[in-house]
């Protein structure tokens, strides 16, 4: 009797973390479990701090190792005042702590295949990082505007992803992944109850526009994605380095209920 070959049916996992500052440590906790329940990404995408986990992740860094990592970092360890135009912040510091966890790897050296998205403001357009230097590109990612100095490189101004793509999940669907399981840590914040001063006012009215704006890009990419996840974070504060661990538990929760379900869509 002439024997089948068995082809492989598992379809390809590919994960698109989302921007959010320290909201975007869930990212750790939703890896730990997946981590947990055998569910490894073939392709990651990542924007701002979910490009910095997912370039950690892909390195070769243990989930836990990030969760001590973050937990040891402090306010200070990122400020590098400069009077350099276009923000208040150097990204030197940034990027040795990056380095110092990462390494200086191409994106070629990699375990998993990785790609993190930035701004170029003169094109106005998305640029997409494949190749070069890891540091680099999640730098690129991660430059909040106006808070830390735009990169200059190859033409560009590039500052954080997240200004247009929040969650990459175009990029890791191009990449090659079948199954695109999106994480989205910064959609349900409320607006806070008390009148803000003006500064937090524009903040949270940008954090209205870019939500707005997140739905339609949710709308207009269904097909792209299998599952849109959102971890319950409430009102956490993205640029405050308290509650790491609240976040933490709400990734980990969010990545445990929805495991099952994932192992079904890239077995189904």
């Given at each position: 009797?002439?024997?089948?070959?068995?082809?492989?049916?598992r379809?390809t996992?590919?994960?698109?973390?989302?921007s959010?500052?320290?909201?975007?440590?869930?990212?750790?906790g939703?890896?730990q479990a997946?981590?947990?329940?055998?569910?490894?990404?073939?392709f990651?995408?990542?924007?701002?701090?979910?490009?910095?986990?997912?370039?950690?992740y892909?390195?070769?860094?243990?989930?836990?190792?990030?969760?001590?990592?973050?937990n040891?970092?402090?306010?200070?360890?990122?400020?590098d005042?400069?009077?350099?135009?276009?923000?208040?912040l150097?990204?030197?510091?940034?990027?040795?702590?990056?380095a110092?966890?990462?390494?200086?790897?191409?994106f070629?050296?990699?375990?998993?295949?990785?790609?993190c998205?930035?701004?170029?403001?003169l094109s106005?357009?998305?640029?997409?990082?494949n190749?070069?230097?890891v540091v680099?590109?999640?730098?690129?990612?991660?430059?909040i505007?106006?808070?830390?100095?735009?990169?200059?490189?190859?033409?560009?101004?590039?500052?954080?992803?997240?200004?247009?793509?929040?969650?990459?999940?175009k990029?890791?669907k191009?990449?090659?992944?079948?199954?695109?399981?999106?994480?989205?840590?910064?959609?349900?914040?409320?607006i806070?109850?008390?009148?803000?001063?003006?500064?937090?006012?524009?903040?949270?009215?940008?954090?209205?526009?870019?939500?707005e704006?997140?739905?339609?890009?949710k709308?207009s990419?269904?097909?792209?994605y299998?599952?849109?996840l959102?971890p319950?974070?409430?009102d956490m504060?993205?640029?405050?380095?308290?509650?790491l661990?609240?976040?933490?538990?709400?990734?980990?929760?969010?990545?445990?209920?929805n495991?099952?379900?994932?192992?079904q869509?890239?077995?189904g």
């Amino acid at each position: 009797m002439e024997r089948k070959n068995l082809k492989k049916t598992r379809k390809t996992l590919g994960f698109a973390l989302g921007s959010g500052g320290a909201r975007g440590v869930a990212h750790v906790g939703f890896l730990q479990a997946m981590n947990e329940a055998g569910l490894r990404p073939d392709f990651i995408s990542g924007c701002s701090m979910g490009s910095v986990v997912g370039a950690a992740y892909a390195s070769g860094m243990k989930a836990s190792e990030m969760r001590r990592a973050v937990n040891s970092l402090r306010f200070f360890d990122l400020i590098d005042v400069t009077n350099k135009p276009g923000g208040f912040l150097d990204t030197r510091k940034m990027r040795k702590i990056l380095a110092r966890y990462i390494g200086e790897l191409d994106f070629s050296e990699l375990e998993i295949p990785f790609s993190c998205v930035a701004l170029d403001m003169l094109s106005q357009k998305i640029v997409q990082f494949n190749e070069g230097s890891v540091v680099d590109a999640v730098v690129a990612s991660s430059s909040i505007p106006a808070i830390f100095k735009p990169m200059e490189k190859d033409g560009m101004r590039l500052v954080d992803g997240g200004v247009l793509t929040r969650v990459p999940v175009k990029e890791v669907k191009d990449m090659g992944a079948e199954v695109v399981i999106a994480v989205d840590v910064m959609n349900g914040k409320p607006i806070r109850e008390k009148c803000p001063s003006p500064m937090v006012m524009l903040a949270d009215i940008i954090e209205i526009i870019d939500n707005e704006r997140i739905a339609k890009y949710k709308k207009s990419n269904r097909k792209r994605y299998d599952l849109w996840l959102e971890p319950t974070l409430g009102d956490m504060n993205q640029y405050s380095f308290k509650n790491l661990d609240f976040a933490y538990e709400a990734g980990y929760e969010l990545g445990t209920k929805n495991a099952e379900k994932i192992r079904q869509l890239i077995e189904g």
